[in-house]
């Protein structure tokens, strides 16, 4: 089956260490981006990516960073610059094309940092 | 526990009754208009969607209608069902670009 893999679901840290999510996608897709989702607030871009090695700051990137280095890989990592930390993580992927634009999502990967 | 923040405005609609659900969005320029369904726990799944050059596009029981005078857009969905109940997204895209941008959602409540 196709489609956006997160892992793991739930992620625990300490205050001050870095942590990396993972983002996997089978489904061929161009774009690949990184949402975070805060209670009672909509998805807010972090970080996208269009091609591989090649990526572009959203509205919230600082005390984030990512990689592109595989067309299916964009894994996002959480450094301790990051203030506020703790949130939903949400993945998703698209196909850069001018008619279709539908985002695929990943299930989330929700982030405890104590 | 949950953190404290700003609650999701909240729509409590009887089972079987149409729901409507609005979003004002924030650009005039916006060439794209999604809505979005996310389930508790989940990531948002894709409902429909609509260009700016349409006023209205139907879907399997879900209806979008599109007021660009006053950006506005709405999502009707007819019949409601149980499995109805989640957050809806509206998020709109602008022109020439690739970002989207999302509204902070509305909590769709099934009463029995």
């Known amino acids: 089956d196709g489609g956006i893999t997160q892992s793991p679901k739930y992620l625990f840290r300490k205050e001050g260490q870095n942590v990396t999510l993972s983002c996997e996608q089978n489904?061929?897709?161009?774009?690949m981006y990184w949402y975070r989702q805060d209670p009672g607030q909509g998805l807010r871009l972090i970080y996208y990516s269009q091609i591989v090695n090649d990526f572009q700051k959203g509205d919230i990137a600082e005390g984030y960073s990512v990689s592109r280095e595989k067309k299916e890989s964009f894994p996002l990592t959480v450094t301790s610059a990051q203030k506020n930390p703790t949130a939903f993580y949400l993945c998703?992927?698209?196909?850069?094309?001018?008619?279709?634009?539908?985002?695929?999502f990943g299930p989330g990967t929700r982030l405890t940092v104590t | 526990g949950e953190s404290v923040g700003l609650h999701l405005p909240t729509l409590s609609v009887q089972e079987g009754d149409n729901s409507i659900i609005n979003c004002a969005y924030s650009n005039s320029a916006s060439d794209y208009f999604i809505w979005y369904k996310q389930e508790s726990g989940k990531g948002p799944q894709f409902i429909i969607d609509?260009?700016?050059?349409?006023d209205k596009r139907q879907g399997q029981r879900v209806t979008v209608l599109l007021n660009k005078t006053v950006k506005h857009l709405s999502l009707q969905i007819a019949a409601t069902q149980p499995g109805d109940s989640a957050v809806y997204f509206c998020a709109e895209m602008l022109n020439r670009d690739d970002k989207i941008i999302f509204g902070k959602g509305t909590r769709l409540h099934i009463l029995p």
């Open positions: 609509i260009r700016s050059n349409m």
């Open positions: 489904l061929n897709h161009d774009a």
């Open positions: 998703a992927s698209s196909v850069l094309a001018e008619i279709l634009y539908e985002q695929y």
